[in-house]
């Protein structure tokens, strides 16, 4: 059973950047599209960005297109989450997942993953 694992959270001023990571243990993180979702206080969690097994498909929320930027280094088992330009409403607990059907395409609904991590909490002051 794969365990995925955040880190690189914390407080940050508005106009700041923060880079997260994705740590897989117990499996790997290749052959498998994998993604960002974050959840805010008193909201609903929504999908941020995914990528595809090999890194070759990204896709974004319109909210942070342009300013996250999202990457995976299969050797490292490890995926990413440059964040730059960040918001107040950025604010949010960030959590990794991974598909579990090999080669299968990254999605934003958070129904098509089944492995989670934690999360991370990412504070953006103003």
């Known amino acids: 059973q794969v365990q995925l694992v955040e880190s690189g959270g914390g407080l940050v001023q508005a106009g700041g950047s923060l880079k997260l990571s994705c740590a897989a243990s117990?499996?790997?993180?290749?052959?498998?599209?994998m993604a960002w979702f974050r959840q805010a206080p008193g909201k609903e969690r929504e999908f941020v960005a995914a990528?595809?097994?090999?890194?070759?498909?990204?896709s974004y929320s319109d909210s942070v297109k342009g300013r996250f930027t999202i990457s995976r280094d299969n050797t490292r088992n490890t995926m990413y989450l440059q964040m730059n330009r960040l918001r107040p409403e950025d604010t949010a607990l960030y959590y990794c997942?991974?598909?579990?059907?090999?080669?299968?395409?990254?999605?934003?609904?958070?129904?098509?993953?089944?492995?989670w991590g934690q999360g991370t909490q990412v504070t953006v002051s103003s």
């Open positions: 997942a991974r598909r579990v059907s090999p080669i299968a395409p990254p999605t934003s609904s958070q129904y098509d993953y089944a492995s």
């Open positions: 117990g499996g790997s993180v290749g052959s498998r599209a």
């Open positions: 990528i595809s097994w090999n890194g070759g498909t990204t």
